[in-house]
T-cell receptor, first 113, second 113 residues
């Protein structure tokens, strides 16, 4: 069965370190998304991609970057981790056809000390 | 721009009682509407979606939602709550223009035995 996997599932890091969260999907979807989930804010879009070599900023992109070198993977990098980036991160993918239903990974819980 | 408002961040119902979770949307074009469920420490799972056609949509686990254009609403209901329904529920809208989905802040459902 097709799925989205995220790794690691839990990560503890220190302020200032670079961190990369992995996302891999076997749906063969063109579109991929990164969200963060925080109490009181729901899901907020960080970055998204419509295909290989395409990346776009979402509503909370400062301090994050992504790259898309193939269809299956969209790694999220925190250039210099900050305590404000402590959160649960979700990766999702969707087809490039309406209604653009999104399918989610299990999430990565990141703690920045 | 599209947006979603979920009324009530926390809802409590007794086991066996009606579940009603409210969602209102804003979209400049006919929308695609979704409800997702998130169980503790898991990713979001699609519960149901409205695209076109029949306005009453049936989903998994006995949930259904009705699209009411005149009220710009897409409320989620279930006739009889089970303990296993305790989770967080997210309403979402896509207008198809940018292939993205906008999520509400979520409603946490508590089921009281």
């Amino acid at each position: 069965d097709a799925e989205i996997t995220q790794s690691p599932r839990h990560k503890i890091t220190e302020t200032g370190r670079q961190v990369t969260l992995a996302c891999h999907q076997t749906w063969n979807h063109n579109n991929m998304f990164w969200y963060r989930q925080d109490l009181g804010h729901g899901l907020r879009l960080i970055h998204y991609s419509y295909g290989v070599q395409d990346t776009n900023k979402g509503e909370v992109s400062d301090g994050y970057s992504v790259s898309r070198s193939n269809t299956e993977d969209l790694p999220l990098t925190l250039e210099s981790a900050a305590s404000s980036q402590t959160s649960v991160y979700f990766c999702a993918s969707s087809e490039g056809l309406a209604p653009y239903t999104q399918y989610f990974g299990p999430g990565t819980r990141l703690t920045v000390l | 721009a599209q947006s979603v408002t979920q009324l009530g961040s926390h809802v409590s119902v007794s086991e066996g009682a009606l579940v009603l979770l409210r969602c209102n949307y804003s979209s400049s074009v006919p929308p695609y509407l979704f409800w997702y469920v998130q169980y503790p420490n898991q990713g979001l799972q699609l519960l149901l979606k409205y695209t076109t056609g029949a306005t009453l949509v049936k989903g998994i686990n006995g949930f259904e939602a009705e699209f009411k254009k005149s009220e710009t609403s897409f409320h989620l209901t279930k006739p009889s709550a089970h303990m296993s329904d305790a989770a967080e529920y997210f309403c979402a809208v896509s207008d198809g223009g940018y292939q993205k989905v906008t999520f509400g802040i979520g409603t946490k459902l508590q089921v009281i035995p």
